[in-house]
């Protein structure tokens, strides 16, 4: 079953003060207005005995209630602000433009403002994700066998020095170390979510993350250091077969990832990487709820570690666990995407209810 929500009284003390971390993982449905919000909703506080708090939208839909117009909680919490919409798809009609605080400006936004947004929900500036997005053109130039200096035009970088550099701190090593022949070998994923990074063999998938993990580069650094030769560039058979299951997942068409994966780790590790695993879609579970599901009930922060642990996103899906409180707790691709991933599940185990049906 889902996770039991807080009490009432805690639900409603987070409404006030737009507690974010429960934010996706409860709805506040109010009975004088008929309409369900996030507790992050701006408009004007309810009373108390008119909420009635849900797990899911789904409930609150069944329920009677309209969703808001201000909070649009049927949209991801990034996307609900609109000037975050605006400009994602403004990056959407020119990837390849060199975008600066100037554009931003021309636009007619405050570049404070901008800031503040992005870095709250996306954990980089409108600038970085503009960058990282032209990295994706200069990646997949080299996935295809083209040379660096055309890779770095199609980045639209003028200075070779400044593409190294940047492709370096983004996945911590240069484009030069990237060959096509290695056993191991990267390719670039684009999702609805934010683009990620595979690195697989010809026969497993090692690693899964978003392009905007902080800990990627240390990732790549550990496989590299593992393998002899090093990675190389360029999408073998389980990358591929990832990329058409994340399409599947994300589309909301499947939400069953049937990719074989390297997990490699302790046994105690791959134990909680296999309970993970067995957490059915549309559910969460507590670090608390796993180490008693795997006999280790006083395990809790060595569950949480092997939790963190875990480098491939979604597959061993580590977003499916919460805080004993109910709450959000941290999450390697953002709290964003750790919210928008279970609002997705919860469609896809509805829909599948509903296929059965």
Same mark, same amino acid.
Request: glycine share 6%; with cysteine.
């Given at each position: 079953m889902l996770f039991d929500l807080p009490d009432h009284a805690t639900l409603y003390a987070a409404l006030l003060a737009r507690d974010d971390r429960f934010d996706g993982q409860a709805f506040v449905c109010v009975s004088s207005t008929g309409i369900f919000c996030r507790l992050t909703c701006p408009a004007r506080k309810p009373k108390p005995e008119n909420c009635t708090f849900f797990a899911t939208i789904g409930d609150?839909?069944?329920?009677?209630?309209?969703?808001?117009?201000?909070c649009h909680p049927l949209q991801a919490a990034a996307l609900a602000d609109p000037t975050i919409a605006a400009l994602l798809h403004a990056l959407d009609e020119r990837p390849d433009l060199r975008w600066s605080e100037g554009h931003i400006e021309q636009l007619g936004y405050d570049l404070s403002t901008v800031r503040r947004s992005f870095k709250r929900q996306f954990g980089m500036t409108f600038l970085e994700m503009a960058r990282q997005r032209r990295l994706r053109e200069g990646f997949e130039t080299l996935a295809t066998g083209g040379k660096i200096i055309t890779a770095q035009h199609d980045a639209s970088f003028e200075s070779s020095s400044a593409f190294r550099a940047a492709f370096a701190r983004l996945l911590g090593c240069s484009p030069a170390d990237l060959r096509a022949d290695r056993l191991l070998r990267a390719t670039w994923i684009p999702t609805s979510l934010g683009d990620m990074i595979a690195v697989?063999? /010809? *026969?497993?998938?090692? #690693?899964?993350?978003?392009?905007?993990r902080k800990g990627l580069p240390a990732e790549l650094a550990r496989l590299q250091a593992a393998s002899k030769e090093g990675i190389g560039i360029g999408a073998l058979p389980p990358a591929e077969q990832a990329a058409?299951?994340?399409?599947?997942?994300?589309?909301? /068409? *499947?939400?069953?990832? #049937?990719?074989?994966l390297a997990m490699a780790g302790s046994a105690f590790t791959r134990q909680v990487w296999a309970a993970l695993r067995e957490i059915p879609v549309g559910e969460t579970r507590s670090y608390s709820d796993i180490a008693r599901q795997i006999g280790r009930p006083a395990a809790?922060?060595?569950?949480?570690?092997?939790?963190?642990a875990n480098q491939i996103a979604l597959m061993i899906p580590c977003h499916r666990v919460i805080g004993a409180d109910g709450s959000l707790t941290g999450y390697g691709g953002g709290l964003w995407r750790k919210q928008r991933l279970i609002e997705i599940e919860r469609h896809l185990k509805t829909s599948q209810k509903e296929t059965i049906k």
């Open positions: 609150c839909i069944e329920a009677g209630f309209r969703p808001c117009k201000r697989s063999s /010809r *026969s497993h998938l090692h #690693l899964l993350e978003f392009v905007d058409e299951e994340l399409a599947d997942y994300f589309a909301g /068409r *499947s939400s069953r990832f #049937l990719t074989p809790t922060r060595a569950v949480a570690r092997a939790n963190g």
